[in-house]
């Protein structure tokens, strides 16, 4: 039986990955990718906690979370399409600009 | 879940969220990051919490990461400059360290909270549709309906976003290709 320690160190560590590749990649896209991968292993700390104590509540709270994800995906990927069409770029370098 | 199977799906998120965001092609970094998300839903479904486990499958991997590969082809991105380009090295290397740092500090935080080790059995019950459903459409109501109603502002926003507006096809033919970039009459029939 694997202690719920053991998923909060994959936990922190899929975290971390995230955070690596939000701070070393220029890309949105893959910027975008590592904040939902930081989503996920917020995720997994939830549904572990709530195992732990017995409780639905971490369950319900990931279902939200991947709601708002689905919605944060949309908006972003839609946000993404529109700075690709008028700027050509998808470098968080070269969008420097809040307007076009 | 016994040990040896956490390990392995374990080590399989670690390689897979590396890969996703080490990757030069867009679509490995995605198919990278599905791998992880098919494994995290095998471990919650390992935790007990079998819908959860379920939804992140259907959820993520069949509508987001389908979204992203769509967005990815939709731009026809060529080869990107991987961990290459962008800050220098030294930026990395700190940002880099300042991840691992943070990891750590999580690392012996957990390793001082001994509740975390104890086991505990749970009922057979728990995480199934029905018990998921009862706390969502009691406690959760209000938040639950609120969640369509994000749903349908975001439904809204992205098409409001991604909609190409009067005359900006002639601002877009304006601008040069760069190098490595396919000219954007390709782009346009696509679009």
């Not at chain 2, 490995?28 to 791998?35: I, R, S």
């Not at chain 2, 769509?70 to 940002?95: C, E, H, P, Y």
């Not at chain 2, 601008?175 to 396919?182: A, E, L, Y």
């Amino acid at each position: 039986m694997t202690p719920i320690v053991d998923y909060m160190a994959l936990s922190a560590i899929l975290f971390a990955i995230g955070v690596i590749g939000v701070l070393i990649r220029r890309n949105v896209i893959v910027m975008f990718l590592a904040i939902e991968l930081m989503l996920n292993a917020v995720n997994l700390a939830f549904v572990a906690l709530g195992r732990r104590i017995g409780s639905m509540d971490g369950q319900v709270i990931v279902f939200f979370v991947m709601t708002v994800a689905a919605a944060e995906a949309a908006v972003g990927l839609a946000i993404i399409i529109s700075m690709f069409r008028n700027r050509e770029t998808v470098n968080a370098d070269e969008l420097n600009l809040l307007r076009w | 879940m016994p040990q040896w199977l956490f390990a392995f799906l374990a080590a399989l998120a670690i390689i897979g969220a590396l890969g996703a965001i080490l990757q030069r092609n867009l679509v490995h970094c995605v198919l990278g990051f599905a791998l992880v998300l098919i494994d995290l839903g095998v471990l919650y479904m390992g935790l007990g919490a079998v819908t959860v486990g379920f939804l992140q499958i259907i959820v993520y991997v069949g509508a987001i990461m389908v979204l992203f590969l769509f967005v990815i082809w939709l731009l026809n991105i060529q080869a990107d400059t991987g961990v290459r380009g962008g800050a220098s090295l030294g930026l990395k290397l700190i940002g880099a360290l300042a991840a691992a740092a943070l990891a750590a500090e999580l690392f012996v935080i957990f390793s001082h909270a001994p509740k975390l080790r104890e086991v505990r059995t749970i009922a057979p019950s728990f995480g199934s549709v029905a018990t998921l459903a009862r706390v969502l459409f009691t406690r959760y109501l209000i938040a639950f309906e609120t969640t369509s109603l994000l749903l349908l502002a975001a439904i809204v926003g992205a098409v409001a976003l991604a909609r190409r507006l009067a005359g900006q096809s002639a601002a877009v033919a304006a601008i040069p290709p760069r190098p490595g970039m396919r000219a954007p009459e390709s782009r346009r029939e696509v679009a």
